[in-house]
Nanobody, 117 residues
Framework: QVQLVESGGGLVQAGGSLRLSCQTSRNSFITNSMSWHRQAPGKQRELVASITTGDSTNYANSVKGRFTISRDSAKNTVYLQMTGLKPDDTAVYYC???????????WGQGTQVTVSS
């Protein structure tokens, strides 16, 4: 069973930055693609960014150029560096892992990001 532990959310002013972290086990880290998703109140959960075990990345259009997803193999941790934050980025952010496109996601507990205007 994949376990994901997130940290790094908080309150920030518009234009500010935050870094989210998602730590998992070594085996999960090397066998799963990892991603960050978010869910704002009253909205569906959406994919923000993903990274494969080969370090290929993908981003939602709304965050391209502002967010960066990365992996640290020494720490079995995936990061989401968020810059130029906007009030529309306010949401609960979830780390997720899955072995391949046909697998189900394993989810972290979520971390709140609030951007004030």
């Amino acid at each position: 069973q994949v376990q994901l532990v997130e940290s790094g959310g908080g309150l920030v002013q518009a234009g500010g930055s935050l870094r989210l972290s998602c730590q998992t086990s070594r085996n999960s880290f090397i066998t799963n693609s990892m991603s960050w998703h978010r869910q704002a109140p009253g909205k569906q959960r959406e994919l923000v960014a993903s990274i494969t075990t080969g370090d290929s990345t993908n981003y939602a259009n709304s965050v391209k150029g502002r967010f960066t997803i990365s992996r640290d193999s020494a720490k079995n941790t995936v990061y989401l560096q968020m810059t130029g934050l906007k009030p529309d980025d306010t949401a609960v952010y979830y780390c997720a892992a899955r072995r391949n496109f046909y697998s189900s996601y394993a989810w972290g507990q979520g971390t709140q990001v609030t951007v004030s205007s």
